[in-house]
């Protein structure tokens, strides 16, 4: 330790960290520590198990001054596979890439010069092999022999960096792969809507208008019944065949915009959960591209399914509106709260909703009201009209 060797300063500063007051200037729990040290030795002897603590520190420990290492122990070395005679005596450069070194110069003479007391960050040195170890610093200024420098400590992190690097593209690869999901799953149902309404519905119509020509050239009133009860059936078949394809795929979403195919759907939801519905504003400019449109009205769908099954609501309203460049999509209602509505572990819908606003690059927020019922945000930063 005679590398960090000196005394003790006549100035205010803390003294050098090979003396026992080095922890004692810093908090009460380092006065502890050093007076513990004290107990444990007397005298000059007391340098003696502080030098060894720094020695065999799982921590890597280093004294920058004057802009090169002046100390470093060996954990330092062991973590960069380099020898004393490569760092001692030498700047940042020789452990660093110049920009990274440049870096590490910097942050010194930030807290040399006073502008900040500590710092803590994550540089990238050179192992001696060539690979790029991440080490979290966490240094601060004191007084080496009367001049200042850098005191610091260093922990390993390129392997919790490298979890974090490989769980966030899996993160990225998953949200891909749901966008690819979403996107093909509306081109399948576009095209099983259009089948529904074009093939079987087309020959449902022909099918009631059969039963219409032999209704009108029968006289008997027990076939009349009988065609009367088919021509029951076809029409009911029809209708369902036109919510079952109106379900898979809004054809007014397509062709009249997002406003009018949201108003639809609480037209529906109105009449088959006998809930209030209001829409606000009746009238609004929705520039919005096709994908944009068909994921917000997924995300209203489900969380009117999620209302209608879950909320026990009364009224719901649904209001549009731009904040700036932000489309904003708010839907209240006044049903037993939001931990009352969130389906049972394993369900999918809030899943799917979160996962869609992430695709639009928004949030999704899910907020109490006040005194009952849950209001829902999305927020999709979009060029506004």
């Known amino acids: 330790m005679t590398a960090i060797a000196g005394h ?12 026992p007051g080095f922890f004692a200037a810093a908090s009460p729990r380092r006065r502890l520590r050093a007076a513990a040290l004290r107990r444990m030795s007397s005298g000059a ?72 007391l500590k710092l803590r960050y994550v540089v990238e040195l050179l192992h001696r092999d060539g690979r790029t170890v991440s080490m979290e610093v966490d240094g601060a200024r004191v007084e080496v022999g009367g001049r200042p420098a850098v005191v610091g400590i260093g922990l390993d992190v390129s392997e919790r960096l490298g979890h974090q690097r490989e769980l966030e593209h ?67 078949a029809i209708d369902i065949v036109r919510r079952v394809a109106d379900d898979l795929r809004p054809a007014v979403l397509d062709h009249l915009g997002l406003l009018a195919a949201i108003r639809g759907r609480l037209e529906q939801f109105q009449r088959r959960y006998g809930v209030k519905c209001i829409l606000e504003p009746e009238e609004l400019e929705l520039p919005l591209p096709q994908s944009h449109a068909n994921n917000i009205y997924r995300i209203c769908q489900e969380a009117l399914t999620n209302v209608g099954r879950h909320a026990r609501a009364r009224t719901l309203s649904v209001h549009l509106a731009w904040d700036g460049a932000v489309f904003v999509l708010t839907i209240d209602d006044d049903g037993v709260g939001f931990a009352a509505t969130v389906p049972r572990p394993g369900a999918m819908g809030l899943l799917g909703m979160g996962e869609r606003a992430r695709e639009l690059g928004g949030t999704l927020e899910f907020l109490p009201r006040r005194p009952r019922g849950t209001r829902l945000v999305l927020r999709v930063p979009l060029a506004a009209p």
């Open 170 to 236: 899996s993160r990225q690869r998953l949200q891909e792969l749901t966008a690819y999901i979403n996107t093909l799953r509306e081109a399948q149902r576009a095209k099983f809507a259009r089948e529904l309404h074009d093939e079987l519905g087309g020959m449902l119509s022909s099918l009631k208008m059969d039963i219409g020509r032999l209704t009108r050239r029968t006289r008997s009133p027990a076939m009349l019944g009988v065609l009367g009860e088919m021509d029951g059936v076809a029409r009911e």
């Open 8 to 19: 003790r300063s006549k100035a205010h500063g803390p003294p050098p960290p090979d003396q």
């Open 45 to 116: 002897a007391v340098e003696l198990p502080f030098q060894w603590i720094v020695e065999q520190s799982l921590a890597a420990i280093y004294v920058i001054q004057d802009d090169v290492y002046t100390y470093v122990n060996p954990t330092f070395l062991a973590m960069l596979g380099r020898s004393a005679d490569e760092v001692i005596g030498r700047g940042p450069e020789a452990i660093a890439r110049p920009d990274e070194a440049a870096r590490i110069r910097e942050n010194v003479r930030r807290r040399i010069d006073g502008e900040i």
